[in-house]
Nanobody, 127 residues
């Protein structure tokens, strides 16, 4: 049974930083793309960042609005993925979800291609 457990959310002022972590169990971690999505109140869940599985290059991809501010990283030994978030803005406020997928590389930004999700962690950025 795949389990993903996020941690590290909280309240921070605009311009501040947070580091989210996700610990995975019940899966062969190296075989999965690991991603972060977020969902703000009244909005759809949106893609934030993904670390592709080592077999497809182990590259990182980001949504445009977080490029240069967020960094995704993975530790295949510890089965963990992190999201370092710097220069946070009020519009980054959302529940952040960790997700795992074995989808084709061309589809890894699509939430519907992920069948394994964590419970989410709240990030609130005050202005």
């Amino acid at each position: 049974q795949v389990q993903l457990a996020e941690s590290g959310g909280g309240l921070v002022q605009a311009g501040g930083s947070l580091r989210l972590s996700c610990e995975a169990s019940g899966l062969t971690f190296r075989n999965y793309h690991m991603a972060w999505f977020r969902q703000a109140p009244g909005k759809n869940r949106e893609f934030v960042a993904v670390s592709s599985r080592p077999g497809t290059g182990g590259n990182s991809y980001y949504t445009e609005s977080v490029k240069g501010r967020f960094t995704i990283s993975r530790d295949n030994t510890k089965k963990m993925v992190h999201l370092q978030m710097n220069a946070l803005k009020p519009e980054d406020t959302a529940v952040y979800y960790c997700a795992a997928s074995q989808a084709a590389l061309s589809s890894i930004r699509q939430a519907e291609m992920y069948f394994n999700w964590g419970q989410g962690t709240q990030v609130t950025v005050s202005s």
